[in-house]
T-cell receptor, first 115, second 118 residues
Framework: GENVEQHPSTLSVQEGDSAVIKCTYS??????FPWYKQELGKGPQLIID?????GEKKDQRIAVTLNKTAKHFSLHITETQPEDSAVYFC??????????????FGKGTHLIIQP | GAVVSQHPSWVICKSGTSVKIECRSL??????MFWYRQFPKQSLMLMAT?????????EQGVEKDKFLINHASLTLSTLTVTSAHPEDSSFYIC??????????????FGPGTRLTVL
């Protein structure tokens, strides 16, 4: 089955700086890669996702890049703010077009924004 | 929007009792619903995949007789933890898969249910 590795486990950055979180996946059949933000005691919130037919996607301060050949994808957050502090999870799955499989998650990155 | 609700948000029960958790997609019909489990400071682990009107598919190592899943409609799935024991204490989170035309399915998560078994 799929295996997703995520690094780093903890990331501390100064407010206003950029943060980068990296993930690798093992199953070349995976074609859907979402990123979720989880605050303590809450469910994961989708922040951005990318499908294998594109290499990069951006939404305001958040961007995701995908390298299918190397089987890795990254989350980039620019101009970090205190409210960005949370645990971020990457995930991978296969979407046939007629329905998606369950997600395989990375272990998570605790992002700390220092004021 | 894509809102998923769960009820209850937290529950405490005695060992040996059963607990039912509801998952609803409020503003869309879900092609599929999923149930995940998350232990403290750990990642989410997929337990089962649920489609309306059919039997759930369980991941390896998940006891189907212990974690009963019923998917009554395109907006409601329930997870019943039967004969709960302290080791079943965890954060249970459901997700609902929303199809987007020309794109694909996107999973939206509920707020989770904290189960504590005494």
């Amino acid at each position: 089955g799929e295996n997703v590795e995520q690094h780093p486990s903890t990331l501390s950055v100064q407010e206003g700086d950029s943060a980068v979180i990296k993930c690798t996946y093992s199953d070349s059949a995976s074609n859907y890669f979402p990123w979720y933000k989880q605050e303590l005691g809450k469910g994961p919130q989708l922040i951005i996702d990318i499908r294998s037919n594109v290499g990069e996607k951006k939404d305001q301060r958040i961007a995701v890049t995908l390298n299918k050949t190397a089987k890795h994808f990254s989350l980039h957050i620019t101009e970090t703010q205190p409210e960005d502090s949370a645990v971020y999870f990457c995930a991978a799955s296969w979407d046939s077009g007629g329905g998606a499989d369950g997600l395989t998650f990375g272990k998570g990155t605790h992002l700390i924004i220092q004021p | 929007g894509a809102v998923v609700s769960q009820h209850p948000s937290w529950v405490i029960c005695k060992s040996g009792t059963s607990v039912k958790i509801e998952c609803r997609s409020l503003d869309f019909q879900a092609t599929t619903m999923f149930w995940y489990r998350q232990f403290p400071k750990q990642s989410l682990m997929l337990m089962a995949t649920s489609n309306e009107g059919s039997k759930a598919t369980y991941e390896q190592g998940v006891e189907k007789d212990k974690f009963l899943i019923n998917h009554a409609s395109l907006t409601l799935s329930t997870l019943t933890v039967t004969s709960a024991h302290p080791e079943d204490s965890s954060f249970y989170i459901c997700s609902a898969s929303r199809p987007w035309v020309g794109s694909g399915d996107t999973q939206y998560f509920g707020p989770g249910t904290r189960l504590t078994v005494l």
